[in-house]
């Protein structure tokens, strides 16, 4: 006898609907988002807005935040060591160098 069957309807019920689950959609996304990214990337290097990036994408049906763009296309560039600080946004660039420690500016200063 399964252990499904041992459980009451609801938990049965409950068993039963993580069973059919599908993998995370973050997975599909990330792997979808490999097959984009030589085109966003260049995109990106011809001076086309991310949020122009963004509203395409959504077109399509896969709609984006500004912070998910990001996550994905820093995820996919690391794992091809691509460098993405060329095509930041000044926006971007200026929050990273913000965050880098005192003495990164101060090395920078006195250059």
């Known amino acids: 006898m399964s252990i499904a069957a041992q459980l009451p309807k609801h938990d049965a ?8 689950l599908h993998p ?9 988002f490999a097959i984009w990214f030589d085109a966003i990337f260049g995109a990106l290097q011809r001076k086309v807005t ?17 912070t998910k763009l990001n996550n994905l296309l820093d ?6 060591g691509i460098d993405l600080s060329a095509v930041q ?3 971007r660039r200026a929050a990273e160098t913000e965050t880098r ?11």
């Open 75 to 80: 995820d996919e560039a690391a794992r091809r």
């Open 24 to 32: 995370s959609s973050r997975d599909d996304l990330s792997e979808r």
């Open 13 to 20: 019920d409950i068993v039963e609907r993580i069973k059919a």
């Open 89 to 91: 946004s000044p926006a």
């Open 50 to 66: 991310r949020k122009a990036i963004r509203e395409t994408l959504a077109e399509g049906g896969v709609k984006l935040t500004s």
């Open 101 to 111: 420690p005192l003495t990164s500016h101060l090395q920078e200063a006195s250059r």
